[in-house]
């Protein structure tokens, strides 16, 4: 067999408009490098485990959940909160605390918060209101915080103001949620771990009332939502940091803001020419390790073709929320799909030949065709469907790699395992 093309699994190069591949047969190495395309600047988690921010059209190898490192694509998305940092700015209305800045926050910088509880017994927060027109579009709430005196802080977007408060009790020490009912106006409840005690929480909502239209976070003196109104010591808080309000239904990369909304544009073009001999249109594999952002049911391509949907080679994710395969040859020659959960990273294979398909998935195979042609002429690989018609690729790749034969199922099996 023959491994013409490796990106990934720990060797990253990176510039701005550009992330490297290589080809290293016979030991001599051959860079082939991708265009890349992302007209703003963004966040990405760094092999510190900080949050960095890198310039526009600089690729971004995201390490949050991976000492090797993944490429992280992501769609626009745009941080309706401003001030997203400065919680001492006047646009945070403060009720029962105060805050004190000078904290180490996770991108390293003295820049996080301590939200302080008062004396009174009452409910201690601080929240963002009347941040949009409700119109039944779901929006991701999203804020970094630390344990400090106090474990548990709340978030929630109902009105503070109702005995019934309907929100999300978090243990700044376990890293959980930890109430126990099911809040009517916010789901999908996520924690992401970062380094030196930081954890990321968010939530999804959906509302059309006027009454959710905010952002609240706060102080819990208990696990459950009963500990949100207590008798505070003036002293205690916890820590907090770069809050986030986009539209969609799963949280991106933290978009710093100052005094407006800020947009991060998406990433909009990873190609490749190779030269001859990398792809061969005859008969290969094509090889990724790879997740998604979310089960979205959008679908999502990585493809080798001739530069139209005509010749192809596609994996994706697709709007079932299954990881599929399909090779098309003027038609559709194969297709396989798969249920997996799309969010962790699985290794796919998919392998082609005249009257000799297949589809490898986690060491298993999952789909076998034993008619049809190859397609002619293969000489792009891009994350999207294969002829510039959109349908990135959004999500983490942590490797791919090409081969120009058809893999025994031994080796398919110790490639995908």
């Given at each position: 067999m023959s491994n013409t093309l490796k990106f990934g699994n720990g060797q990253w190069a990176t510039k701005e408009g550009s992330t490297l591949a290589y080809n290293d047969e016979n030991n001599n190495f051959k860079p082939l490098p991708f265009n890349f395309e992302r007209a703003s600047s963004a966040t990405v988690i760094n092999k510190d485990g900080l949050i960095e921010t890198v310039g526009s059209g600089q690729p971004r190898i995201d390490y949050k959940d991976d000492s090797n490192?993944?490429?992280?694509?992501?769609?626009?998305?745009?941080n309706l909160i401003t001030y997203s940092e400065d919680f001492s700015n006047g646009n945070w209305a403060k009720y029962g605390t105060t805050v004190t800045s000078g904290f180490t926050s996770p991108d390293g910088s003295l820049n996080a918060f301590k939200l302080v509880e008062d004396t009174n017994n009452s409910k201690h927060f601080i929240s963002r209101n009347n941040l949009f027109t409700p119109d039944g579009v779901t929006r991701d709430y999203s804020i970094f915080v630390k344990e400090g005196e106090k474990r548990y802080i709340f978030i929630t977007n109902v009105t503070t103001t109702n005995n019934d408060i309907n929100c999300a009790v978090f243990d700044t020490r376990d890293g959980v949620f930890t109430n126990t009912n099911n809040p009517t106006y916010i789901s999908n409840r996520n924690v992401t771990t970062l380094s030196n005690g930081w954890y990321r929480i968010d939530f999804t909502?959906?509302?059309?009332?006027?009454?959710?239209?905010?952002?609240?976070?706060?102080?819990?003196?208990?696990?459950?939502?009963?500990?949100?109104?207590?008798?505070?010591?003036?002293?205690?808080?916890?820590?907090?940091?770069?809050?986030?309000?986009?539209?969609?239904?799963?949280?991106?990369?933290?978009?710093?803001t100052q005094g407006s909304a800020v947009t991060r544009l998406a990433e909009i073009s990873v190609t490749q020419t190779p030269?001859?001999?990398i792809i061969n249109s005859s008969e290969g594999v094509f090889y990724?390790?790879?997740?998604?952002?979310s089960n979205d049911?959008?679908?999502?391509?990585?493809?080798?073709s001739n530069g139209s949907t005509s010749n192809?080679?596609?994996?994706?994710?697709?709007?079932?929320?299954?990881i599929s395969g399909f090779v098309f040859s003027g038609?559709?020659?194969?297709?396989?799909?798969?249920?997996?959960?799309?969010?962790?990273?699985?290794?796919?294979?998919?392998?082609?030949?005249?009257?000799?398909?297949?589809?490898?998935?986690?060491g298993i195979e999952v789909g076998t065709d034993t008619s049809g042609v190859p397609p002619i002429n293969l000489s792009?690989?891009?994350?999207?469907?294969?002829?510039?018609?959109?349908?990135?690729?959004?999500?983490?790749?942590?490797?791919?790699?090409?081969?120009?034969?058809?893999?025994?199922?031994a080796e398919l099996i110790a490639l995908t395992s």
């Open positions: 490192g993944a490429l992280l694509l992501e769609p626009s998305r745009t909502s959906n509302v059309n009332s006027f009454s959710y239209d905010n952002f609240y976070i706060g102080i819990s003196s208990s696990e459950t939502m009963s500990g949100v109104s207590y008798q505070g010591d003036g002293t205690s808080g916890v820590y907090i940091y770069g809050a986030q309000l986009e539209e969609g239904s799963y949280p991106t990369s933290y978009i710093p030269p001859s001999g990724a390790e790879m997740s998604a952002l049911g959008a679908s999502r391509y990585i493809s080798l192809r080679v596609v994996l994706r994710f697709n709007s079932s929320n299954e038609t559709t020659q194969a297709s396989f799909s798969y249920d997996v959960n799309i969010l962790n990273k699985n290794k796919v294979a998919l392998k082609w030949k005249q009257n000799d398909f297949a589809l490898w998935v986690n792009l690989l891009r994350f999207e469907d294969g002829a510039d018609n959109g349908q990135y690729f959004y999500g983490n790749v942590k490797e791919i790699k090409l081969y120009n034969t058809a893999l025994t199922d």
